[in-house]
């Protein structure tokens, strides 16, 4: 059983900056993909950056040079340092595992949220 736990989200001046957590029970964090995604009210969910079983990472536009996601697989821990926060990111984080397939098993699993509301 693969659960996601996400915290960090809280209420932010424009230009400050949050650290997001997401802590994943189970053994297949270390060679699964991992993802944050964002999703503000009336709006479709989006990427926001994800990084693979190996590290290489991957960015929306919107936030190159301002976010920076990295993980610590013995800690079972993805994290989204996000820097010069702007009214525009206020949503609900999401922290997603997978999809990856392992063996005959296929896992895709999101965490509940943590919201993060920047001030202006």
């Known amino acids: 059983q693969v659960q996601l736990v996400e915290s960090g989200g809280g209420l932010v001046q424009a230009g400050g900056s949050l650290r997001l957590s997401c802590v994943a029970s189970g053994s297949i964090f270390s060679i699964s993909a991992m993802g944050w995604y964002r999703q503000a009210p009336g709006k479709q969910r989006e990427l926001v950056a994800a990084?693979?079983?190996?590290?290489?990472?991957n960015y929306a536009d919107s936030n190159k040079g301002r976010f920076t996601i990295s993980r610590d697989n013995a800690k079972n821990t993805v994290y989204l340092q996000m820097n010069s926060l702007k009214p525009e990111d206020t949503a609900v984080y999401l922290c997603?595992?997978?999809?990856?397939?392992?063996?005959?098993?296929?896992?895709?699993?999101w965490g509940q949220g943590t919201q993060v509301t920047v001030s202006s």
């Open positions: 997603r595992l997978g999809p990856t397939v392992i063996g005959l098993r296929s896992y895709d699993r």
């Open positions: 990084i693979t079983s190996g590290g290489g990472t």
